[in-house]
């Protein structure tokens, strides 16, 4: 029965590990894409025309129109297919309004420039034009009609998506995912239904890859890197950053532990509340626990949100519904036999104590930290009464 | 995903991982429910012991336990209704979050404990 499931796991395991390669092989193809950006806003609508020139000149055929409002900045994005370009034409308004034209780039496909052009670089006709401060500002003369700017591209730019071959796949994923991935293997060893929890956990962190981050979160992780730290934010959670970071690891791996230990903790707490249940089958209750932390994972909640949000509420959180699971453990284990309810009911409000200092200590700052270490004891102290092998409690 | 998270966030749907108000509801109850056996309790076990110690039977203090258990979520909650620094959702969500996972594991393992117990005992009514 053990090897069967270790197969399983393993298999699964291998399956996910193929996903992550297929995926990765894609965005490294992605890679070679490049799109034609700039600003351009004019005091009428009107649309604007942008020509490349693909070897044989501006021609209406390799030309994009985009609607613009009136006095109202766009950021134009245009896709380059791939082959060779000699040069862009940007006809920026089809009347006779005023216009700017700014930040002209050739950028990659998450939005990092490749390639920016100073405005003085093009050549300009019929506008009444002037560069100020990068920008270019033109039209506003009635007799004038039809402007236009080109650049001519010198090297031309050859936009090439080259697929990528599986060591270059390879190399990605294990640099990208491999301590994930080893996580995962570690999670689905505890079981199945916490490797499907842990696969639900993987498969958000390529979606929201690389994280989202809050302007409290973006603050702490420099007070982490720069190691000075204040009390704006909880410092305990600064601090940790600061360890996490220093053992090697990153934040993405950290955001994926955050997305790990709350799905397991939904799960956990869960199987605790039906555990007072006792005609449910012993084998279903962590498939039912199962069952409900993938339901808050659909967008009927803002679980995988907040799980992929490194945030000191997502910490509160997680830590919230782990005390809400080990507490009513302890108090299902009041009415165990030979155990002194008074004694129980004490050590469980030291717990509860416990957790309380620590997600204040995750809310607050650090002066709280001093009433943990007392409290740690006690709460393991808590931990390791009662009767470990009851049925139905896992 | 986040297309499907914002049509969610403006329909009905939203009450159910939208609204603190639900649950917080839920929790309120959940403390009376609570109470309510605590006290048919303790007057049972006072009836037998009297005013003793014994009186704290295990189920006396279990539901004790319980009620303060219960009350944590209201608590967190609670605060947030003496003072807030701005109206964010996620004030409360630990509270919510966890009331959810109370709320929805005790429903579903409800149905499924009687849906078992017809199986076990196929002549109960």
């Known amino acids: 029965m053990k090897v069967k499931r270790w197969i399983i796991a393993l298999a699964v395991w291998i399956l996910v590990f193929a996903a992550v390669l297929w995926f990765e092989s894609g965005a490294l193809k992605k890679d070679g894409m490049r799109f034609f950006r700039f600003h351009v806003s004019a005091s009428q609508a009107g649309s604007v025309q942008v020509f490349f020139d693909r070897g044989h000149g501006f021609r209406e055929e390799d030309s994009v129109r985009r609607r613009i409002p009136a006095n109202e900045r766009q950021n134009i994005v245009i896709l380059l297919e791939p082959g060779m370009y000699k040069g862009f034409r940007i006809d920026p308004v089809d009347n006779a309004s005023p216009y700017e034209l700014s930040s002209m780039e050739i950028t990659r496909v998450y939005g990092a420039s490749d390639q920016s052009f100073d405005a003085s670089a093009w050549f300009s006709h019929n506008s009444g034009w002037r560069v100020d401060d990068g920008r270019i500002i033109g039209g506003g003369v009635s007799e004038i009609a039809d402007p236009w700017h080109a650049l001519a591209l010198e090297p031309p730019l050859n936009v090439v998506l080259t697929g990528s071959g599986f060591r270059d796949s390879l190399s990605a994923v294990l640099e990208q995912h491999g301590r994930a991935l080893i996580l995962l293997g570690l999670v689905m060893l505890l079981g199945p239904s916490a490797g499907l929890l842990g696969c639900v956990a993987f498969f958000f962190r390529v979606l929201f890859d690389p994280g989202f981050y809050s302007p409290d979160s973006i603050d702490q992780i420099s007070q982490a890197q720069i190691g000075q730290f204040w009390d704006q934010h909880p410092v305990a959670m600064a601090l940790f950053l600061q360890a996490w970071l220093k053992i090697g690891l990153t934040i993405r791996d950290l955001i994926f532990v955050q997305a790990l230990v709350g799905l397991l903790g939904v799960q956990y707490t869960a199987m605790r509340v039906l555990d007072w249940l006792p005609n449910i089958e012993k084998a279903w209750r962590p498939w039912l626990a199962c069952l409900l932390a993938l339901l808050l994972c659909t967008p009927l909640s803002p679980l995988p949100w907040y799980l992929n949000t490194l945030w000191k509420d997502t910490w509160t959180a997680i830590l919230f519904v782990w005390v809400g699971g080990i507490a009513l453990r302890m108090v299902r284990d009041l009415r165990e036999p030979g155990i002194n309810p008074w004694l129980m009911g004490c050590r469980w409000l030291g717990c509860f104590a416990l957790m309380q200092s620590i997600v204040d200590c995750s809310a607050f700052s650090i002066p709280t930290i001093g009433i943990t270490g007392p409290l740690i004891r006690i709460t393991w102290e808590s931990m390791s009464v009662g009767p470990r092998s009851r049925s139905g409690s896992g | ?125």
């Open chain 2, 1 to 125: 995903m986040s297309d499907l998270s914002f049509r969610v966030s403006e329909s009905p749907l939203r009450w159910f991982g939208g609204v603190h108000a639900v649950w917080v509801g839920l929790n309120l109850l959940a403390c009376l429910a609570s109470l309510s056996g605590l006290i048919r309790s303790l007057r049972a076990s006072v009836r037998e012991c009297g005013w003793t110690w014994k009186a704290g039977s295990g189920e006396v203090i279990q539901l004790l336990s319980l009620l303060f258990l219960v009350l944590l979520p209201l608590g967190y909650a609670a605060t947030f209704f003496v003072s807030s620094p701005a109206r964010d959702f996620r004030y409360m969500y630990p509270s919510t979050l966890l009331m959810q996972v109370w709320a929805l594991s005790f429903a579903l393992g409800w149905v499924m404990d009687r849906l078992s117990k017809k199986q076990i005992d196929p002549h109960s009514r």
